[in-house]
Nanobody, 125 residues
Framework: QVQLVESGGGLVQSGGSLRLSCPAS????????MGWFRQAPGKEREFVSAIRWSDRSVFYANFLKGRFTISMDNAKATAYLEMNSLKPEDTAVYFC??????????????????WGQGTQVTVSS
């Protein structure tokens, strides 16, 4: 089992920044990928970004347009999501996930076995 606990969410004004953290504990693996997903009220959960522990390959949703940056501290088994130029439409619960997704699964929730409880990000206009 792997435990994930997100932190760093909060209320920020449009144009502001937040940094989300997700430490992983338990039976982690260097073959893991860690992903960030988000879910806004009334909407489906959507992929935001992912990073592979082994080679630091990164993946981003097209709608981000360079505003977010994912990173990983292997020594701390922690993934981060730096979010800049936040917009009201970024308001959502952000979830951290871990697993062994294939290349075709890395952008999908089905590729991840473990999930955190989520952290709320609210961007005011």
């Amino acid at each position: 089992q792997v435990q994930l606990v997100e932190s760093g969410g909060g209320l920020v004004q449009s144009g502001g920044s937040l940094r989300l953290s997700c430490p992983a504990s338990g039976r982690t693996s260097n073959n893991y990928a860690m992903g960030w997903f988000r879910q806004a009220p009334g909407k489906e959960r959507e992929f935001v970004s992912a990073i592979r522990w082994s080679d630091r390959s990164v993946f981003y949703a097209n709608f981000l347009k360079g505003r977010f940056t994912i990173s990983m501290d292997n020594a701390k088994a922690t993934a981060y999501l730096e979010m800049n130029s936040l917009k009201p439409e970024d308001t959502a619960v952000y979830f951290c996930a871990a697993g062994h997704p294939s290349v075709s699964e890395v952008l999908t929730a089905q590729g991840y076995n473990y999930w955190g409880q989520g952290t709320q990000v609210t961007v005011s206009s």
